[in-house]
């Protein structure tokens, strides 16, 4: 049997990785000092390309086709479990043409344990929305194509279970969404009255400035009405219809509040005249 030998012992692991090809289905196995070698249960937990720099990787991973690799490498933690289901599993391939961000939630769930994830890829793609414990409507599949347009997004998979909480639904907050980036879902957990209005999704697609971004911008807004005395200022900011209207009303607030320091800081009796003393002479 030719096995692809890798000793991540000398990076300070407990034990070597070794590895079939693709035609024997891509087993793994945990090599140990004298040659004990044990299958391995699920997932490494990390990247294929800390294997890369090894003898041998790149031709190992060419025997792999590419569009599956490609397909995968969005999910580096569960990239070897999932391309280890697409050896051994054609509807495991039928989940990466259609919808892979499925069979990434399914090595999340079963990261040690990849029999039950065989199980689950056999099973239709609502019933195994259902079985990992998430929303499993027609709609909350949807969802998921929106998500994956996103790469960042896609890879969140903490983010993206939290959205499909069966109870919270919070994804039925984007049904207006074509397409759903990470900085809407931001948006959405720090000021959940923006998410589907003109403005927030005017936020989320914001490419002006990066991580400042106008997240950052808005809450300054929202302080300098604060600091004005407006009475509800995010009513006032949710109505907006883009980001030209809220860079006018944050220079606009910024203004009135200089007034008004520069009211609070002005000497007391500065507009009353100097009393005219009658020189006796």
Known sequence: MN???????????GYDLAFEDWNNGLVGYRVFGEGEQEPLEGGLGFG???????????????????????????????????LYLAANY???????DSRPI?????????????????????LGQRQILAE?????????????????????????????????????????RFSHYSELSHSAVIIDHTYPFLTGTK?????????????YSMSAYFTDTLRLGEAIGIHDPISVIERLPSLDKLRELH???SD??????????????TDVPYPRFQIIT
């Open 256 to 269: 009135q509040r200089m007034q008004i320091r520069f009211e609070l800081q002005k000497p007391k009796d």
């Open 90 to 96: 054609p509807q495991a391939i039928d989940l990466l």
């Open 48 to 82: 294929l390309e800390m294997l890369l720099s090894f003898e041998g990787a790149e031709q190992w991973k060419n025997q792999i086709p590419s569009d599956i690799y490609n397909n995968t490498s969005v999910y580096p933690e569960h990239q070897f479990q999932m």
């Open 132 to 172: 990992l414990g998430l929303e499993h409507t027609k709609a909350a599949l949807k969802f998921l194509d929106k998500v994956v347009k996103n790469e960042r997004l896609c890879s969140s998979l903490s983010i993206v279970k939290s959205l499909l909480h069966p109870v919270e639904k919070r994804y039925q």
């Open 251 to 253: 220079d606009r607030w």
């Open 3 to 13: 096995l692809f030998s890798v000793p991540i012992s000398r990076v300070g692991f």
């Open 199 to 211: 403005l927030g999704m005017a936020l989320a697609s914001d490419r002006s400035n990066k991580d």
């Open 102 to 122: 499925l069979l990434a939630l399914i090595c999340d769930s079963c990261s040690v344990d990849s029999s039950e994830a065989a199980r689950l890829v056999g």
